[in-house]
Structure formats: structure tokens, C-alpha cells
């Protein structure tokens, strides 16, 4: 970052150019992106030194090593960092000299130059490489340049902010924080632009089946929950780095850490696995309408680390732990080689009707629905004699297992008003009752008697 923001201040952005302007941009450009590499390589090469540097030498192999101080910090923010006088070119030193009596109007001045780079750069950049997008017809690249935008612009102000913060008089232990305050944010940022950024690489990778066949509608739930762990893995990394924290010596230790939060997350790892084994085995995918044992029918919206979401018919969203549903009975009205559902229409006609004549009728209100499939075709089943009428069964199919409440309620009430222009007979239960005699209207009136009490003593 520091040969980077040395690179732009030597050449392009603070002196004018008398080319065209999309030259300039083309020459903005390639500085740009020549001091991103030296950049990197200048820190690449420093970490080597240093690993060297710390790595026992031949000579002293008899000696036994020393142990590296527990204190020392791995990465260094405040090394890493720089100076300002390191960032400017040679002809604005002494301007900039004679601001050091005053760190306050240096700190201001480092934070507005900052932001209107950061805003400089994240525009040519963009502008440039939308040139580049506008070519493809995908917009995969439109949406990830307008997606990592942010995150660019946030990590050039921020490096500005730690540049003032040095050139505040604080104390060391105060500006040493704020720096790895100000770094882990720009960690934290990224992370969170990756994540979405990741999905939206696979669910456009999902869609090139005759490219990518691992990649599917199915899979993407798992290579999303990978790349998750793998983003937040090299996102806890990163912060450990900036905070001075050892990783090796937390692997180290991973055994006992592990046993730890097993016991103490033992039902958030339960729908971790029981996530990655549901996107592995599919029992079911998103947009799938299942039903499960305990009641709970609805559409799949999303399989995540711990939960399942099912959307109801009443626009209600479901969340259930992976753990119980993987455990759980799953019908899943959206399997099988089709998504198409079979729907059962039960009819009685009274005795005597014309049964072809019912046959046909059914046939033909099925054939007239437009959501009804015509393949496979439509049948009528006589099923049984019954107390009171012949049953009839029409099953037919639809192309979506939501529909089949709708498309039974307007069957029914179709197949109702043909019966009538049809004169076919609904029964319903009757019951005739036959009274053999009448009881006798007379009443015999029972003899009352009155005790008299008893006159003998």
C-alpha cells in the first residue's frame, strides 16, 4: 500500500498530463496497477527476510535454539504502515516540513487527501474496468465491480487514517491500537463483500452446466457453506495476524479447543454437519415442496449452516434445524424424475345414473382446466358402491405441487355446475323410518291410597 500511494503521488494524480484523457486513464492505469504489484512483492520479500532472518542458522547447530519471544508480533501494522514523508515526491518535502509543528493540520490535511484519492481511485478504476465488463453479457462482472467498490475505497481511507493517526502526538499504546482497530475493519469489510461475492460466482458457474457439472442447482447450497468456512477461516486468520496473536500455537492447542466446544456447541455443530450431509445426499433442493412427519408443508427457500427455511401457503417462513430435519420423515411432492403432482377428485353419483355418461363429464372438465397437464391424461375410476351412491375417483395431474389446493376447489366447483346441466344426481344419506304401531292412547290411572295413622295403643 505504501509504494502504491508513493507510486500516485510521483506520477500521475497530483501532476497535470497533456494527453488525451483517456490516455491519462490508460497511463493512471498501468502506475496503478505497476505499484499494486511492486507493493505486493516489496511485502512478500519482507516476510521472507524475516523468516529467514528468524530461521537458525547452520553454523550454531550444535547450540541449542532459542524459543522466539513470546511478546514479538508476527505482523506489525504499525511497521507495516510507513511514514508520510516516505509517500510524498521529493518537491513537496519541505512544504510538508514546515506543517510538523503543527500534527493536528497534518492529520487534517492526511484525511482529506485521503478520502478525495480513495474517491480518485475508486472511480478510474471502476470507470476503466466497467469499459472492460460492457464488452461481456454477462453481468456476474457488473455486479462484483459495483460489490467490491466499497470495500477498495474503504481500505485506501482507512490506510489514511492510520497515516493521521500517526501523525498525532499519542501515546504509542493508544496509536498501536487504534491501527489494529482500523485494520480489522478493513478485514471485517472484506469478508463480507467475499461472501456475497462467492454466491454470486456460483450460482453464475450453476448455471454453465455444459462447462461445469460439478457446479449445479443443488450443489450451490454446499460450495456456498464451503466457501463460508473457508472466508471466515481466512478472515479469523487475518485478524489474529493484526492483533500479534500466534495461530501456531493456537493449532497447537486445537486438540483440547475442540473438545471444549464440542461439548459446548455440540447442537450448533449437529446442524452444521447435518447441513453439509442434506446438501450432499439432496434429499431435497431449493423451490422443492415437501411435507414433513411433524406436520409442516411448504416450499424450500433456503438451506443455510444451521437451519432450513420452508415458506407456507400462507406466506409464513418455517425455520427448522437442520439436525431435526435431517432426522425427520421428508415426502417431497417435487421429486421424482418430474415435478408434476397427481391430485385425487372424489365424486358420488346416485344409483341409476348413466356411468359413461359420468365418465365423460368428468373427462371433460378436467380436459378444460388450464392447469391441468393433458400428459399424461386425465382417467376416471369407478371405486365402489356405497351406502347411498356409485364413487367415482377423476385423478389428473398439475405441473406445480402448490397449485393442487386451487386446482381442487375449481374442479369441484366445475364438476358441480356440469352435473346439473347434465341432470346427474348428487345423493346425500337418506333414511326412511318405519313405525309398526302406535302405543295406546289411554292411560290407567293408578289407585292411590292414603295411609290413615292407627288408633291402637
Known amino acids: ?94 512544504y510538508w516540513h514546515a506543517l510538523d509543528r503543527y500534527p493536528v493540520i497534518e492529520a487534517a490535511i492526511i484525511v482529506i487527501v485521503g478520502y478525495l484519492i480513495s474517491r480518485l481511485i475508486t472511480s478510474v478504476a471502476g470507470k476503466i ?36 493517526l500517526r501523525a498525532i502526538s499519542m501515546s504509542p499504546w493508544i496509536t498501536d491500537t487504534l491501527l489494529k482497530v482500523l485494520a480489522s475493519m478493513v478485514v471485517i469489510v472484506w469478508i463480507n463483500a ?83 450431509f442434506i446438501v450432499a445426499d439432496t434429499p431435497y433442493k431449493l423451490g422443492d415442496y415437501i411435507n414433513l412427519d411433524t406436520g409442516e408443508r411448504g416450499m424450500v427457500t433456503h438451506v443455510g449452516l444451521r437451519s432450513t427455511r420452508l415458506l407456507t401457503r400462507d406466506d409464513v417462513e418455517i425455520t427448522i434445524p437442520n439436525a431435526i430435519i435431517a432426522n425427520a420423515k421428508i415426502i417431497n411432492e417435487s421429486g421424482g424424475p418430474s415435478t408434476r403432482h397427481r391430485i385425487r377428485i372424489k365424486v358420488g353419483v346416485a344409483y341409476g345414473s348413466d356411468v359413461e355418461q359420468v365418465e365423460t363429464v368428468l373427462n371433460q372438465v378436467a380436459n378444460r382446466h388450464p392447469k391441468v397437464c393433458s400428459t399424461p391424461a386425465s382417467r376416471v375410476r369407478m371405486r365402489a358402491f356405497g351406502d347411498s351412491s356409485l364413487d367415482f375417483e377423476l385423478l389428473c395431474w398439475i405441473d406445480q405441487p402448490a397449485d393442487r389446493g386451487l386446482v381442487s376447489h375449481e374442479l369441484y366447483m366445475s364438476i358441480y355446475k356440469q352435473f346439473q346441466q347434465s341432470a346427474i344426481e348428487i345423493p346425500y344419506p337418506k333414511r326412511d323410518l318405519y313405525i309398526k304401531e302406535f302405543p295406546d292412547q289411554a292411560t290407567p290411572h293408578a289407585s292411590m291410597t292414603t295411609a290413615q295413622p292407627s288408633n291402637n295403643k
Open 194 to 276: 467475499l461472501m456475497p461475492a462467492a454466491k454470486m460466482i456460483l450460482q453464475a458457474l450453476g448455471k454453465l452446466k455444459e462447462r461445469f457439472n460439478v457446479i449445479e442447482e443443488r450443489t450451490i447450497p454446499l460450495f456456498s457453506i464451503i466457501s463460508s468456512i473457508v472466508l471466515l477461516g481466512l478472515g479469523t486468520y487475518a485478524l489474529l495476524m493484526v492483533w500479534g496473536i500466534n495461530p501456531a500455537a493456537w493449532l497447537a492447542s486445537a486438540g483440547v479447543i475442540g473438545i471444549a466446544v464440542g461439548f459446548a456447541a455440540k447442537d450448533t455443530l449437529a446442524n452444521l454437519f447435518s447441513g453439509v
Open 1 to 94: 500500500m505504501r509504494h502504491l500511494l508513493m507510486a500516485i503521488f510521483d506520477t500521475k494524480l497530483l501532476k497535470p498530463s497533456d494527453s488525451a484523457p483517456w490516455q491519462y486513464l490508460l497511463d493512471t492505469y498501468q502506475t496503478f496497477t505497476q505499484a499494486l504489484f511492486t507493493s505486493l512483492s516489496t511485502a512478500f520479500s519482507t516476510r521472507q527476510l524475516q523468516v529467514q532472518t528468524q530461521a537458525p542458522s547452520s553454523d550454531t547447530s550444535d547450540a541449542p535454539a532459542e524459543a522466539p519471544a513470546s511478546n514479538e508480533p508476527i505482523f506489525d501494522v504499525n511497521e507495516q504502515l510507513g511514514q508520510v514523508h516516505d509517500l510524498l515526491p521529493d518537491w513537496l518535502l519541505p
Open 129 to 164: 474496468v466497467r469499459q472492460i465488463t460492457s464488452r461481456t453479457k454477462s453481468t456476474l462482472d457488473d455486479q462484483l465491480v459495483d460489490l467490491l467498490t466499497r470495500p477498495l475505497f474503504i481500505t485506501i481511507f482507512f490506510y489514511a487514517l492510520g497515516l493521521a
